[in-house]
């Protein structure tokens, strides 16, 4: 290969011959040379796309991992309080459950029931079939189980208190209604039910209810709850008290001398309904005292004599 080099400022030419060897050093320099020039400018333009690539994707990474962190942290502060609420929770409804089995036992041991129907000082009998064979299935009861089975074991009790509840106001219902006692809180029977003489005839009579002597003005009381049917003056009773107990029986309580009660009152065993006195026919201060039933007088010395409820 021969060059031929021109001088511009002297005219002249020269000529270079080139071997094989120089040939081809001759032309990789130059085809070499720009592509080389062209991926050194890549490799930096590359090299700094990485570099501001890099710097963005770490901030953003950065960005996210704080947000999720700030996320965790307030979802566990949430899930702390929601804890402390539930825990507190549990306490109060074991509290009530404690002060409801003492309230319970209380009452069945007051009313004398059966233990074996009402007994609070031992957990409600529970059972069934095992749901599955193999146990490491069934987890323990989380927290929320706990507190759906405190309240389940709360209405349970509320439940047996309530039936105990009405099951007392209806014995106390029977209680006040049964008829058991004296009209009076002091005095002697003086004269009983039945044929005796008339005291103011001396003929045979019948007479029928009880009476009781008594200091004037010393209380009458009701033998039985009831609503009082008469309050007033009545025909040789003199001032009259009637209670109508219901299921049949009346009391009547003559010869007062002051009325505590009117008609339509509702009035308690026990309760003063008149003061001892001697109106009507009479001969002193005493209280007659008279039991009907279905209509019918009967002994009241039955009902004096027997043991309250």
Not at 110 to 122: I, P, R, T, V
Not at 233 to 249: A, L, P, T
Request: hydrophobic share 40%; aromatic share 6%.
């Amino acid at each position: 290969m021969r060059l031929i080099v021109v001088s511009k400022r002297y005219g002249s030419t020269r000529s270079i011959n080139l071997g094989a060897w120089a040939r081809a050093v001759l032309g990789v320099c130059l085809v070499g040379f720009p592509v080389g020039a062209g991926l050194m400018a890549w490799q930096l333009f590359a090299q700094q796309d990485n570099k501001l690539l890099d710097k963005q994707s770490r901030q953003a990474w950065v960005a996210t991992l704080e947000q999720q962190q700030n996320q965790v942290e307030q979802a566990q502060r949430e899930a702390e309080k929601t804890l402390a609420a539930l825990t507190l929770r549990a306490s109060e409804l074991q509290a009530r459950l404690v002060r409801l089995d003492a309230l319970g036992e209380r009452l069945t041991t007051m009313a004398k029931l059966d233990k074996g129907e009402f007994d609070f000082s031992q957990p409600p009998a529970v059972g069934g079939p095992e749901a599955s064979a193999n146990p490491g299935e069934n987890p323990g009861p989380s927290l929320t189980d706990t507190l759906e089975r405190l309240a389940l074991q709360i209405d349970d009790r509320q439940q047996q208190l309530s039936t105990l509840e009405a099951l007392l106001a209806d014995r106390k219902l029977q209680s006040d209604v049964f008829l058991a006692g004296r009209p009076i809180k002091k005095g002697w029977m003086s004269s009983r039910y039945g044929r005796r003489t008339d005291p103011f005839t001396g003929g045979a009579d019948w007479h029928a209810g009880v009476d009781f002597a008594a200091k004037e003005n010393s209380d009458v009381v009701a033998v039985a709850a009831g609503v009082v049917t008469w309050s007033a003056d009545r025909y040789q009773y003199g001032k009259m008290v009637e209670i109508n107990h219901g299921n049949g029986f009346v009391t009547r309580y003559g010869h007062c001398k002051k009325l505590l009660v009117k008609a339509g009152d509702i009035v308690k065993k026990g309760q003063t309904i008149a003061l001892v006195g001697s109106t009507g026919r009479s001969t002193g201060p005493h209280v007659h005292f008279e039991v009907h039933k279905n209509g019918r007088t009967v002994d009241p010395a039955s009902y004096i004599h027997r043991a309250s409820r």
